[in-house]
């Protein structure tokens, strides 16, 4: 008998994300609520969605870099950069906090 395969609709990814949210990653449980999928291919399919949010993420960060860098901005921590607390106005040099920890 072949079997048959069938693509992911985008109601049952949703579902799956919630199930695996809900039940903390048990994939037998959430296996379950698929009686026409295996417990690998629910699974399989967790992951490679997760794989792929992944990926799309990472591709918007490297993108922002690289758009950061395109405008002329580069990022650094020399003696002059001092960040703000929200709390007040205390200013405090990268360099000074770095002796802190030390």
């Known amino acids: 008998m072949a079997r048959t395969v069938t693509r992911w609709t985008e109601e049952e990814t949703a579902l799956l994300n919630k199930l695996v949210e809900q039940y903390n990653n048990n994939f037998k ?10 417990y690998n291919q629910v699974k399989g399919h967790y992951f490679n969605e997760l794989r792929k949010t992944q990926s799309k993420e990472q591709e918007s960060v490297n993108s922002a870099t ?6 002329g901005f580069t990022p650094s921590f020399d003696s002059e950069a001092t960040a703000e607390k929200s709390s007040g106005e205390l200013e405090m040099s990268f360099y000074a906090f770095q002796e802190l920890l030390e």
């Open 29 to 38: 449980l959430v296996a379950g609520a698929f009686p026409s999928r295996s």
């Open 66 to 71: 690289l758009l950061g860098r395109a405008a």
